[in-house]
T-cell receptor, first 116, second 115 residues
Framework: AQSVTQLDSHVSVSEGTPVLLRCNYS??????LFWYVQHPNKGLQLLLK??????LVKGINGFEAEFKKSETSFHLTKPSAHMSDAAEYFC??????????????FGSGTRLSIRP | NAGVTQTPKFQVLKTGQSMTLQCAQD?????MYWYRQDPGMGLRLIYY???????DKGEVPNGYNVSRLNKREFSLRLESAAPSQTSVYFC??????????????FGDGTRLSIL
């Protein structure tokens, strides 16, 4: 069965330190994986996507994620946190073999807080 | 470039009232979606429309109906609102649902409270 687990509901880091948001998935097929960011009272914005090309994916605002098939993980990282990174982050998996949108699965989200 | 536009942004209803949430996209996308977002539960798919003229149930369709009015517009209707439907509702679109590589574009949401 397809699923997404975001391992931390809340992560707090100091400004200028690295960010790690963890995501594990399970999928019956070759998945497409996405990270979205949601700022308060806003919709979700695409950060980056993995679609079976390079396993290290670079996104906007300095974020990147590495697809590790052996670990079924797709963790989001950033070398140096900025105050503007404070937001909710969602990991999403889509089975590329799917035939209906019910196979789009969102993680429960990780709230990232940045300390001055 | 508006992207995905949702109206209204906020709404308060009484139990039993009905209302329609509107969504329009200007990106010529084939597929459109309605989600609800509740604390600690991520987004859950209510209904989607793979293309103009088709609609299908998602994970949590009970209590809702949808209409794909044309390629641009996809509305969500609550016929008899219940407090359990208090949530933030998001509309999204993508080029085509059956191409798994396609990310979705989201509106800013409708915050709905049912008293």
């Amino acid at each position: 069965a397809q699923s997404v687990t975001q391992l931390d509901s809340h992560v707090s880091v100091s400004e200028g330190t690295p960010v790690l948001l963890r995501c594990n998935y399970s999928s019956s097929y070759s998945p497409s994986l996405f990270w979205y960011v949601q700022h308060p009272n806003k919709g979700l914005q695409l950060l980056l996507k993995y679609t079976s090309a390079a396993t290290l994916v670079k996104g906007i605002n300095g974020f990147e994620a590495e697809f590790k098939k052996s670990e079924t993980s797709f963790h989001l990282t950033k070398p140096s946190a900025h105050m503007s990174d404070a937001a909710e982050y969602f990991c999403v998996v889509i089975d590329t073999g799917y035939s209906s949108a019910s196979k789009i699965i969102f993680g429960s989200g990780t709230r990232l807080s940045i300390r001055p | 470039n508006a992207g995905v536009t949702q109206t209204p942004k906020f709404q308060v209803l009484k139990t039993g009232q009905s209302m329609t949430l509107q969504c329009a996209q200007d990106m010529n996308h084939n597929s459109m979606y309605w989600y609800r977002q509740d604390p600690g539960m991520g987004l859950r798919l209510i209904y989607y429309s793979a293309s103009e003229g088709t609609t299908d149930k998602g994970e949590v369709p009970n209590g809702y109906n949808v209409s794909r009015l044309n390629k641009r517009e996809f509305s969500l209707r609550l016929e008899s609102a219940a407090p359990s439907q208090t949530s933030v509702y998001f509309c999204a679109s993508s080029p085509r649902v059956r191409e798994g590589h396609q990310p979705q574009h989201f509106g800013d949401g409708t915050r709905l409270s049912i008293l």
